[in-house]
């Protein structure tokens, strides 16, 4: 699977994931209030709801009981993506609802997966803003992976820190994992790399690519370095505090970039909002929020800086 | 002597921390079975016992006492004492037996369990006629800044987040200063020297279900007065608070983190009659350790009661980001239950791992949580960019 796909063509919209690992972190709230951002610029937006296991999107913006969901689109009831996209309150803003029965689509089928993906990148929209379910399942990964932009969302916890970085850490090996699909014995390389005290000590994907290097006859090594520098994450912090909780966020890009040789921009922080916690609660639309909120405030800056990079 | 308790297992850390309840004796039973020498398991069954006011309350909580003096957790043995001597009045030969076995306890390397097997017979005695349990929800404010030091509590279970101020000359304004954590077997309380009134210069609120032990300064300055030992050890206590405790807190939360990232797992359920083929589910591990796992089933999952497959033999195959990884773990079924996903019913197992080969275990460990000097490196980032 290509990572990134194809912008040369205008219509081509840009991709956001917005990932993370653990469940509670608000990747949902942070999707929502980022395409409500990038709507109110004037950017023609999907959201979509890519919980295939707990979707629960639709109802961060006041809809109760979608009409179309991905299932409609999974089980060809409509062919068409752009068909199941609901129109919300928001102009510019729609969305595609992961709304279904619980878990029955938390793995879908290769084919189906494939399938998707396609169709997103064919949306007539200028982005489409994913909001992936918590966990590291490959189908999750490569939801992450095909986005043209790679946001990781975490808090400022011990437990949040670790399992964002673990998601971008398996990430990586997901990638290189695909890479080598057709190469056994790198594919086998890989997967004792992954044991941290594996026999060969290689500890880090710097030392996997010298030991690839040293005893791989193909020119693969080059391709797996470029492809994995590819891979450039965003990093958010949310829910802060106060200063120190900041530095959240640079922990992970500090340990990503040491043991798995990948660049990240930290796009800044968002502040805790106990608004926005009873919003959710009393299941308000996030889109009514008062926009004199810091977290408001926070997203929109992040949005401003997306749409420009 | 147990070296330590057994944090790897998810399903008795959920009902520890309260995200799961069990409902049943029978449950408990069941429990036991697989896990029939964790002390906060029975601590758990026997507070159960006594909301039922069952007479084997009693009995529980002296297991679990001696479960955790064998776990080298003097404190928390002396919290299960306190309530089970509530229910049934001790003898002195009782009295006499608890001192001798807190003498001969092995104590973990932490500073208040140490405190606890050096007291003699009297002011062990003494100290636990004055010291009170009490239980905290989660976010609970216990003091504020400025709030009267008046009593010193010992952390049994939970964690607590203490955050202090400093306080400026001119006025009562404070700026923040620090956040820390407080968490089992640590200890609160600003009371020393107790000739001098102090005042809180923290917050201190709960972040998970907490229970402490606390004394009032009142009714310690009277013991201390009354047994100068006791007054020696609670100073020495108090003052090395900030150091050898500070150095616990997160290797103990180190230990106490989980994996928490949702994996994808089918379950082949092995059948008691031979020639029945086994059950075939799916679902995703809701919080997943080395040593099991908890599983939330797919909705599908329309097996009868979820209860009768405990005690059943499981083969989980998980798929692993990786192309080429998927392996199976042998485990048993600990436990069940119905539960709520999204409004919709759908049902939890525990399975405790039997067998995992060297190599799927390192693979395991890579993916839920890193190599040791990736954690490290977060640790030690943690500790000088958020903590200090």
Redesign the interface.
């Given at each position: 699977m290509k990572e990134g796909l194809n912008t040369e063509n205008k219509s081509t919209p840009k991709i956001l994931a917005i990932g993370g690992?653990?469940?509670g972190a608000g990747k949902s709230v942070f999707s929502t209030i980022m395409a409500f951002w990038l709507a109110r610029m004037g950017h023609r937006t999907v959201l979509m709801d890519v919980d295939l296991?707990?979707a629960?999107l639709h109802t961060l913006l006041g809809i109760k009981n979608p009409d179309r969901t991905l299932n409609d689109f999974i089980t060809r009831k409509f062919n068409d993506l752009g068909d199941i996209c609901i129109d919300t309150s928001e102009k510019n803003l729609r969305l595609i609802s992961g709304a279904s029965?619980?878990?029955?689509l938390?793995?879908p089928h290769f084919s189906q997966k494939i399938k998707l993906m396609t169709h997103l990148s064919r949306l007539d929209a200028d982005y489409v803003v994913l909001d992936l379910?918590?966990?590291?399942?490959?189908?999750v990964?490569d939801f992450f992976l095909i986005a043209h932009k790679k946001i990781i969302v975490l808090t400022?916890e011990?437990?949040s820190?670790?399992?964002a970085?673990?998601?971008v850490?398996?990430?990586v090996?997901?990638k290189l994992?695909?890479l080598?699909?057709k190469n056994?014995s790198l594919?086998?390389l890989?997967?004792i790399a992954?044991?941290?005290?594996?026999i060969l000590k290689i500890?880090t994907v710097k030392e996997l690519f010298q030991f690839i290097e040293e005893s791989d006859d193909t020119n693969i090594i080059e391709d797996l370095k470029k492809e994995i520098g590819d891979i450039h994450l965003g990093v958010v912090t949310n829910r802060v505090k106060?200063e120190?909780?900041e530095?959240?966020g640079?922990?992970v890009q500090?340990?990503a970039e040491?043991?798995l040789t990948i660049t990240s921009t930290n796009f800044g922080c968002v502040s805790y909002d106990s608004h926005i916690q009873k919003m959710v609660s009393d299941m308000v639309p996030l889109i009514n929020l008062d926009q004199s909120s810091q977290a408001y405030g926070n997203i929109y800056e992040i949005a401003t800086k997306l749409s420009k990079g | 002597m147990i070296d330590r308790i057994d944090r790897q297992d998810s399903v008795v850390n959920r009902i520890i921390d309260g995200s799961i309840t069990i409902d049943s004796v029978e449950e408990f039973k069941d429990l036991f079975k697989a896990f029939p020498n964790d002390p906060r398991l029975h601590r758990v069954f026997a507070d159960r016992l006594l909301e039922e006011k069952s007479i084997n309350a009693a009995e529980e909580y002296k297991t679990s006492a001696k479960l955790f003096l064998d776990a080298g957790m003097p404190l928390q043995a002396i919290a299960c004492k306190i309530f089970e001597w509530r229910i049934i009045k001790p003898s002195k030969e009782d009295g006499l037996a608890l001192h001798s076995a807190l003498c001969e306890c092995n104590p973990q390397n932490i500073e208040v369990q140490k405190f606890f097997t050096k007291l003699a017979y009297e002011e062990m005695i003494a100290l636990m006629a004055k010291i009170v349990p009490h239980n905290y929800p989660v976010n609970a404010m216990l003091r504020k800044f400025g709030d009267e030091e008046n009593e010193l509590c010992f952390v049994i279970s939970g964690a607590l987040e203490e955050t202090s101020y400093h306080r400026l000359e001119d006025d009562e304004k404070v700026k923040?200063k620090s956040?820390t954590n407080l968490i089992e077997s640590d200890i609160f309380g600003e009371i020393y020297p107790f000739d001098e009134d102090k005042l809180s210069e923290s917050d201190i609120e709960s972040i998970t279900r907490v229970e402490l032990l606390k004394i009032s300064k009142l009714k310690l300055t009277a013991l201390c007065t009354e047994h100068p030992n006791l007054n020696l050890l609670m100073q020495n206590l108090c003052k090395l608070r900030f150091d050898a405790n500070r150095e616990m807190y997160s290797k103990t939360?180190r230990k106490a983190?989980?994996?928490?990232?949702?994996?994808?797992v089918n379950l082949k359920i092995f059948q008691e009659q031979s020639g029945k083929p086994p059950l075939k589910l799916?679902?995703?591990t809701d919080d997943i350790s080395l040593g099991g796992t908890c599983v939330?089933l797919?909705?599908?999952y329309q097996i009868g009661n979820i209860s009768d497959l405990t005690g059943k033999n499981v083969k989980i195959q998980m798929?692993?980001?990786?192309?080429?990884?998927s392996f199976n773990i042998l485990g048993i079924i600990v436990w069940g239950k119905e539960i709520p996903?999204?409004?919709?019913k759908?049902a939890i197992v525990g399975v405790q791992f039997k067998e995992i080969n060297p190599?799927d275990r390192?693979?395991l460990?890579?993916?839920?949580?890193?190599?040791?000097?990736?954690?490290n490196?977060?640790?030690s980032?943690?500790d000088s960019?958020?903590e200090k």
């Open positions: 690992g653990k469940g296991g707990g629960n029965d619980v878990l029955s938390a793995n379910g918590a966990g590291t399942s490959f189908n990964l400022p011990p437990t820190i670790q399992n970085y673990i998601f850490r398996n990430a090996y997901r994992s695909r080598s699909s056994p594919q086998a890989i997967k992954m044991d941290p005290k594996n500890r106060n120190k909780e530095n959240a640079r922990i500090i340990v040491k043991y | 923040k956040k939360i983190t989980r994996h928490q990232l949702p994996m994808q799916s679902g995703f939330v797919g909705a599908k798929n692993l980001p990786i192309e080429s990884i996903v999204e409004g919709k759908t190599v390192g693979i460990k890579g993916y839920c949580f890193g190599s040791e000097a990736e954690q490196l977060i640790w980032l943690w960019l958020m």
